[in-house]
Nanobody, 125 residues
């Protein structure tokens, strides 16, 4: 249903910041929990952060808590991931995901019905 397109990735140095964007089309995401996942070669796609459809609750993986911030702008039909104090271990392809309308988010990949194509984030030492 909803189409998601990530942007904002790039090559940065450790300690730098990036803001990823996830632009949605096809339907509003105002009623959908949204999440960010990331994946590196040889590893399963792992949960990074999620935000409830109400926008009240946010959740973060321990590895990024305190450094990353997820937010949403329903008027723009866009979700963001502000990434600060980036580390080489943050290097990955970052994916945006949307749950079905009015379904609460989860850290499981199976809980999300729509996925973007991913955007590459590379952090050098």
């Amino acid at each position: 249903q909803v189409q998601l397109v990530e942007s904002g990735g790039g090559l940065v140095q450790a300690g730098d910041s990036l803001r990823l964007s996830c632009a949605a089309s096809g339907r509003t995401i105002g009623s959908s929990a949204m999440a960010w996942f990331r994946q590196t070669p040889g590893k399963e796609r792992e949960f990074v952060s999620r935000i409830s459809w109400s926008g009240v609750r946010t959740y973060y993986a321990d590895s990024v808590k305190g450094r990353f911030t997820i937010s949403r702008d329903n008027d723009k039909n866009t979700v963001y991931l502000q990434m600060n104090s980036l580390k080489p271990d943050d290097t990955a392809i970052y994916y945006c995901a949307a749950a079905r309308p009015y379904v609460e988010g989860t850290i499981r990949r199976a809980g999300y019905a729509s996925w973007g194509q991913g955007t590459q984030v590379t952090v050098s030492s």
